[in-house]
């Protein structure tokens, strides 16, 4: 009986991938550990091995098609074998979708009741039931009750709610939940009509009206696929979904400039590498985010979740695109660990071997264009993140100084927000505290 080869399970958040393309032949010889094929994730590009030797017969997969982890995409047999196309949409383990095989739901009837947003989250809805809507993304206003005379969500509902839904990926389930897509009125694009995150987007997409572009002088067109394909995706839906609101804040960093080259002076050798303001300033955001948790945060379908861990992105520049490598644990480091971590994953990056983990997981992200000579911007959040930290170059300026102008090395900084976690002057204390430790330095001792 021939081998079923699928995609592999790349890390504990990528879905689904992009095919690259094949590496052999349909029909020709392989064996068990050759690299067969190429998927990309939004994290990098990652060969696939044969599970087994024999001849390989291909399902009909080409270069830029999405295709979900676990679905059978090719056999590995005897020679005759025939690829069937029953296998093309058929995952090896149900664990492709955190909620059962689904169907399309019915139209509800006429009389029944529904639980209106306000009452759900007083007292409507069972704990039960509250979890497990929780757990698979689903709007309880949307679940008919049946408990205490038709006027109370129980868990049964939600089953039975879940039981009627078309197929869906678990990340289209959650982005349907949080942009207010019903799943019901949609027709997936994924193999075996399985709703995907991309048929998600394009439903929350206002109608645009078409009309053909002016006539231009096109000398490439850059297919937006791959990373740029995601980035813009996710960029999209960070902007669509998200209440943002821009702090900005002039920092005088004249202490820190000194007290990192005094650092820089003193550990590079025994380090091998000079610590940067880039370490030295995830360091003092790892310190805030544990004075304000509410920083370090994330919006779930009827909740603000507050995170445990203090997970920092650091946006990095790379020949395929914007990746951000995250530091686990940053707050549990000391500097020289962080560096080595972070060194570490900028490679990984830039050379595209990093591991889906890696870049993934992140609470709090810093991004940074003061090497460009950008004074001050508005990044766009990372999701499901609570916010983003832009930073601009630092640069010698006249300020005042008592009766005095004096030459200071200023910083400006950017805190992006989503204002539906976090309001403003919770944001703006956060922003103060950052400010604080990079004016003096030494108040960190207080938080190691």
Same mark, same amino acid.
């Given at each position: ?38 998927v ?47 296998g ?9 979708d955190?909620?059962?095989? $689904?169907?399309?739901?019915? *139209? +509800?009837? &006429?009389?029944?009741? /529904?639980?209106?947003?306000?009452? @759900? %989250?007083? #007292? ?17 206003t ?13 868990e ?13 990926t ?19 694009s ?7 995150? $991309?048929?998600?987007?394009? *439903? +929350?997409? &206002?109608?645009?009206? /078409?009309?053909?572009?002016?006539? @231009? %002088?096109? #000398? ?17 839906a ?17 202490e ?9 002076a ?14 030295l ?9 544990r ?8 919006? +779930? ?20 695109g914007?990746?951000?490598?995250v ?54 959040i ?24 004096v ?42």
């Amino acid at each position: 009986m021939p081998e079923e080869f699928f995609v592999p399970k790349l890390g504990q958040t990528v879905e689904e991938v992009i095919m690259v393309g094949w590496l052999v032949e349909d029909g020709e010889k392989v064996s068990q550990g050759q690299a067969v094929m190429e998927v990309e994730t939004d994290k990098a590009v990652f060969p696939v091995e044969a599970n087994a030797k024999g001849f390989i017969h291909l399902g009909p997969y080409k270069a830029g098609d999405v295709i979900p982890v676990l679905t059978v995409v090719a056999i590995i047999g005897k020679q005759d074998d025939k690829f069937e196309v029953g296998g093309l949409s058929a995952p090896v383990a149900p664990q492709v979708d955190s909620a059962p095989e $689904q169907k399309a739901a019915p *139209a +509800a009837s &006429p009389s029944a009741k /529904t639980v209106a947003a306000g009452e @759900a %989250d007083r #007292v409507f809805v069972s704990p039960r039931a509250k979890k497990l809507a929780a757990e698979t993304s689903v709007d309880v206003t949307q679940v008919t009750p049946s408990g205490y005379d038709g006027v109370r969500v129980t868990e049964r509902d939600v089953r039975e709610y879940l039981s009627q839904l078309p197929k869906a990926t678990p990340i289209a389930q959650r982005m349907a939940a949080d942009v207010g897509v019903d799943l019901r009125g949609l027709e997936g694009s994924g193999p075996g009509g399985r709703i995907v995150k $991309q048929d998600i987007l394009r *439903a +929350a997409q &206002p109608p645009i009206l /078409t009309q053909p572009l002016p006539v @231009a %002088d096109v #000398v490439e067109r850059v297919p937006l696929k791959g990373v740029r394909g995601i980035i813009a995706e996710r960029m999209a839906a960070s902007v669509h979904t998200t209440a943002r609101v821009t702090l900005v804040m002039e920092v005088d960093a004249t202490e820190f400039v000194s007290a990192r080259e005094r650092i820089k002076a003193k550990v590079s050798k025994e380090w091998g590498f000079a610590p940067g303001y880039n370490d030295l300033l995830a360091k003092v955001v790892a310190v805030a985010l544990r004075q304000f948790p509410y920083m370090n945060a994330r919006l +779930a379908s009827d909740a603000i979740e507050i995170l445990g861990h203090v997970n920092i992105g650091m946006a990095v520049d790379t020949d395929r695109g914007l990746l951000v490598p995250v530091i686990k644990d940053a707050d549990k480091k000391n500097l020289r660990q962080f560096g080595e971590d972070f060194r570490r994953m900028v490679d990984g990056a830039r050379s595209g071997r990093s591991l889906p983990d890696d870049l993934s997981g992140g609470t709090f992200t810093i991004t940074n264009l003061g090497m460009y000579d950008v004074d001050a911007f508005t990044p766009v959040i990372n999701l499901p993140e609570a916010a983003i930290l832009g930073v601009g170059q630092i640069a010698p300026k006249a300020v005042p100084r008592g009766n005095e102008i004096v030459i200071r090395q200023m910083w400006t900084l950017s805190l992006v927000f989503d204002h539906r976690l976090v309001d403003g002057a919770p944001a703006a204390r956060f922003l103060q505290m950052i400010k604080s430790l990079i004016e003096d330095p030494s108040l960190l001792m207080m938080y190691m």
